[in-house]
């Protein structure tokens, strides 16, 4: 799959963001890159760099999460031959290599603390030591991290470096999940449909069915971008005529009658231990009392109940309310279309 560079989305949330970054980049400043996963933090941070004056030296990238926390000093600052088992020859570290340019570091929250202190004196200072030395390097390297927590609770936690933190948020650009973007589902699912269909070798581009376009509009997306694209991409591949509008998607690639079961040991009952106050089957109305004249209206009633809380509680979200339910996606979509409470 080929690197994707483009911004596609027309929603202000989104352009907003866009405009944002291309304004700090002129400026030689740390900056931090916040959202969810797949909502293209790595894009704004090679946007950062492209439309900066480092624009043609390195740009150097460094996933802190695929790091194991031993090793990731000497992958930041570079090692001494000899510093540790293994260490056979001295090797400059990523700082290094990006002298003059960008250093992007993504999943910050992840790294240690020891690796933290470290990198707060590289970038106050703007010197690194090689694990194993004892005289600091002098490098000029802008950074640009990224994450997807919030790193202020964190810092509160004791979990993240405050003063790292003051350091590094110059400026925070947060961008906004797919679902907050009105407008661009459907233009991102347009452009990720055309692609495929030409990578397919399709005469034309049908589009989609209403029934696709409606589901996609009522998937809460917690992948983004990256999660709409499969989900297009798929849709296609598996689609039987390219001359009809493509009607039919599958958000869940792993769905099937057949899949693993994943055994749970149940845990041991309480005898005098009140039930949760979370559970949605004990946090759901009580069911009614006295004489019921018609059965099927007060189960209908009583299930439009249970669904209208466990959303409330769930803040609305659709999948963790089927989570809480023990009900697919589809099953609680029905479910919420039959009582007239998907609005």
């Known amino acids: 799959m080929e690197r994707e560079t483009q911004f596609i989305g027309q929603s202000a949330a989104f352009q907003d963001a866009v405009e944002r970054a291309s304004l700090a980049a002129s400026l030689d400043r740390p900056v931090l890159v916040i959202g969810e996963r797949g909502t293209g933090k790595e894009l704004i941070a090679e946007r950062l760099h492209r439309l900066s004056t480092r624009w043609d ?13 031993t090793l990731i000093e000497s992958e930041l600052f570079g090692h001494e031959a000899g510093a540790f088992t293994g260490a056979t020859r001295t090797r400059a570290g990523r700082f290094e290599e990006a002298d003059g340019g960008t250093l992007f570091l993504d999943e910050l929250a992840t790294m240690s603390m020891g690796a933290q202190e470290r990198l707060l004196r590289a970038v106050e200072y703007g010197e690194v030591t090689r694990v194993g030395s004892s005289r600091p390097i002098r490098v000029d390297v802008r950074i640009v991290a990224a994450t997807n927590e919030h790193l202020p609770a964190l810092a509160d936690d004791n979990r993240f470096r405050a003063d790292l933190l003051d350091r590094l948020s110059f400026e925070v ?43 996609m509009e009522g998937h809460d997306w917690p992948g983004n971008v990256r999660e709409l694209r499969n989900v297009i991409e798929r849709a296609i591949y598996r689609w039987a005529d390219a001359e009809k509008p493509v009607d039919a998607l599958s958000f869940d690639p792993f769905a099937s009658p057949w899949q693993p079961v994943s055994r749970k040991v149940p845990a041991r009952p309480e005898a005098s231990a009140p039930a949760p106050a979370n559970d949605a089957a004990h946090a759901a109305t009580a069911p009614p009392s006295g004489p019921v004249s018609d059965l099927r209206a007060a189960v209908d009633a009583y299930e439009k109940q249970i669904l209208s809380d466990t959303m409330a509680r769930c803040r609305f979200n659709q999948k963790v309310a089927a989570e809480a339910l023990g009900l697919s996606y589809d099953q609680i979509r029905h479910a919420l279309k039959k009582h007239g409470l998907n609005q």
Do not use: H, K, S
């Open 57 to 69: 030296r390195p740009y150097v990238i460094m996933n802190c999460a695929a790091m194991p926390e």
């Open 173 to 215: 650009i947060t961008l906004p999940p797919l679902r907050a973007r009105e407008g661009d589902i459907e233009v991102l699912a347009e452009y990720f449909g055309q692609r495929m269909a030409a990578v397919l070798g399709w005469d034309e581009w049908p589009g989609f069915g209403p029934r696709a376009l409606a589901a």
